[in-house]
């Protein structure tokens, strides 16, 4: 017969059971962040420590800040100037460049007819 194992032996603890609401776990490559409050499915936040990755990241969150608008004092939106868009595009032509380096099946595939070479014409 087996029966179920209870804690009852002894002098009962005079301390309340602790539970941790938010801690870390750290992996060889990434960092896990847990908190209950805000969900008990699993992390909220998982952070990649992969130093490989550490340029893409870097470019594409430069990337997001050139594209989010900025505004006034008075809550107007400023204009974008060429300027910034020079910058976007630089910023997104580095970071596609990074992004193919790392992930080379991403690259597209080149359409259109092949040219042909008239040195020999």
Do not use: C, Q
Not at 31 to 40: A, E, F, G, P, V
Not at 53 to 64: G, I, P, S, V
Request: overall charge positive; charged content about 45%.
């Amino acid at each position: 017969m087996s029966y179920k194992k209870t804690e009852n032996r002894g002098r009962p603890s005079e301390k309340p059971a602790v539970i941790i609401k938010k801690f870390t776990r750290e992996y060889d490559d990434s960092i896990w962040h847990y908190d209950l409050d805000k969900t008990d499915k699993g992390p909220y936040l998982v952070e990649m420590t992969d130093p490989t990755y550490n340029k893409l990241e870097k470019l594409y969150d430069k990337l997001e800040r050139l594209n989010k608008p900025k505004y006034h004092e008075n809550g107007r939106k400023k204009r974008t100037t060429k300027a910034d868009k020079i910058k976007m595009e630089t910023t997104e032509r580095a970071y596609w460049k990074e992004h193919y380096k790392l992930f080379p099946e991403d690259k597209p595939k080149k359409r259109g007819r092949r040219r042909r070479d008239r040195t020999n014409s």
